[in-house]
């Protein structure tokens, strides 16, 4: 009966039963919202800190001093309050990962323990930033500032140089609609790819955080994530032009609001995930699989030393 109470007092428990349930919380908060890409970064994410945290477990020191316990707990038990008086998903909901991390990395390990979860913490600031097109915004006004133009310009822009290069002629006007003999297609704001590259962009950072990359990676894999974004949403508007030509009306809907848009936003991701997969060095990944295994023989041979005795 006594071994059976043991895992209960253990404060890893307490610790690992709180942080699962914060989690599906929050991804719950976040389904709520009817928003499937949201949904879809942040199971990335908590999956990618949960698995962070899990490899380092046996080296974190689970030591914490009272004030950073109760600040942990005063900080956690305010979001929460304030979550119950959100009638819908917002700016708040997204900072919620963040906020949780923070409140349990001073819970479990105190103001002096926050650097053992640094990359972690710079995970859930990432995702906590606010709407779906924060990094992609910070790009368009780039775009702006450089050549003058619109993220949807530009979309549009390369729409119809790829359908003339295909064999449908098409002419830009007024930089955003793009006309065909049979129709006329406006490419708005939704439709620049803000919300992929976004996406994507959030991996490659993501990426960066979870593995040893590249020095030259490090640079690229947010310039290939723009690229992807970019390109895979443009082959997306160019397929919706051509429906939109031949009359195909019902098509055009599904490529355009209904599951087809999202089919791109997963080709992006696949491809993203192909293309800087190689930027991530094996020498350091050997070399955390092989100091496991001295770990886990330190740790059974104890035992056997105390049997002898």
């Given at each position: 009966?006594?071994d059976?109470?043991?895992?209960?007092?253990?404060?890893?428990?307490?610790l690992?039963?709180?942080t699962?349930?914060l989690?599906?919380?929050?991804l719950?908060?976040?389904?709520?919202?009817?928003d499937a890409k949201?949904f879809s970064v942040?199971?990335?994410f908590?999956?990618?800190?949960?698995s962070?945290?899990?490899?380092?477990?046996?080296?974190?020191?689970?030591?914490?001093?009272?004030?950073?316990s109760?600040f942990?707990t005063?900080?956690?038990?305010?979001a929460?309050?304030k979550?119950?008086?959100?009638?819908?998903?917002?700016?708040?909901?997204?900072a919620?990962p963040?906020l949780?991390?923070?409140?349990?990395?001073?819970i479990?390990?105190?103001?002096?323990?926050?650097?053992?979860?640094?990359?972690?913490?710079?995970?859930?600031?990432?995702?906590a930033?606010?709407g779906?097109?924060?990094?992609?915004?910070?790009?368009?006004?780039?775009?702006?500032?450089?050549?003058?133009?619109?993220?949807?310009?530009?979309?549009a822009?390369?729409?119809?140089?790829?359908?003339?290069?295909?064999?449908?002629?098409?002419?830009?006007?007024d930089a955003v609609?793009?006309?065909?003999t049979?129709?006329?297609v406006?490419?708005?704001?939704?439709?620049?790819?803000?919300?992929?590259?976004?996406?994507?962009?959030?991996?490659s950072?993501?990426?960066?955080?979870?593995?040893?990359?590249?020095?030259l990676?490090?640079f690229l894999?947010p310039?290939?994530?723009?690229?992807?974004?970019f390109?895979t949403?443009?082959?997306?508007?160019?397929?919706?032009?051509?429906?939109?030509?031949q009359?195909?009306?019902?098509a055009f809907?599904?490529?355009?609001?209904?599951?087809?848009?999202?089919?791109?936003?997963?080709?992006?991701?696949?491809?993203?995930?192909?293309?800087?997969?190689?930027?991530?060095?094996?020498g350091?990944?050997?070399?955390?699989?092989e100091a496991e295994?001295?770990l886990s023989a330190?740790?059974?041979?104890?035992p056997?030393?105390q049997?002898?005795?």
């Amino acid at each position: 009966m006594l071994d059976t109470l043991k895992p209960v007092k253990d404060t890893r428990y307490w610790l690992l039963g709180l942080t699962v349930g914060l989690v599906l919380f929050h991804l719950f908060l976040t389904d709520k919202t009817g928003d499937a890409k949201s949904f879809s970064v942040s199971f990335i994410f908590w999956g990618a800190v949960l698995s962070m945290v899990w490899d380092k477990k046996d080296q974190l020191n689970l030591e914490s001093d009272r004030f950073s316990s109760l600040f942990g707990t005063t900080l956690l038990s305010l979001a929460l309050f304030k979550v119950v008086q959100i009638s819908s998903g917002g700016a708040f909901v997204q900072a919620l990962p963040l906020l949780f991390g923070l409140s349990l990395a001073l819970i479990a390990s105190g103001y002096k323990g926050l650097g053992q979860y640094r990359q972690e913490l710079l995970a859930l600031g990432v995702l906590a930033l606010p709407g779906e097109r924060f990094l992609s915004n910070i790009l368009q006004a780039l775009l702006q500032a450089v050549r003058g133009q619109e993220l949807a310009e530009v979309t549009a822009q390369f729409t119809a140089l790829g359908l003339n290069v295909a064999g449908l002629p098409v002419e830009l006007h007024d930089a955003v609609y793009v006309h065909t003999t049979q129709s006329v297609v406006y490419v708005h704001d939704g439709c620049s790819g803000g919300g992929v590259i976004d996406f994507l962009m959030r991996l490659s950072f993501l990426l960066m955080l979870v593995f040893p990359i590249q020095r030259l990676g490090k640079f690229l894999a947010p310039l290939i994530a723009i690229a992807i974004g970019f390109l895979t949403n443009g082959v997306r508007v160019m397929v919706m032009v051509w429906l939109v030509h031949q009359g195909n009306t019902a098509a055009f809907d599904y490529w355009h609001t209904g599951t087809g848009s999202q089919v791109f936003g997963a080709i992006g991701v696949i491809l993203f995930g192909l293309v800087a997969f190689p930027f991530i060095q094996p020498g350091a990944l050997s070399s955390e699989s092989e100091a496991e295994p001295e770990l886990s023989a330190d740790t059974t041979v104890a035992p056997e030393t105390q049997k002898e005795e």
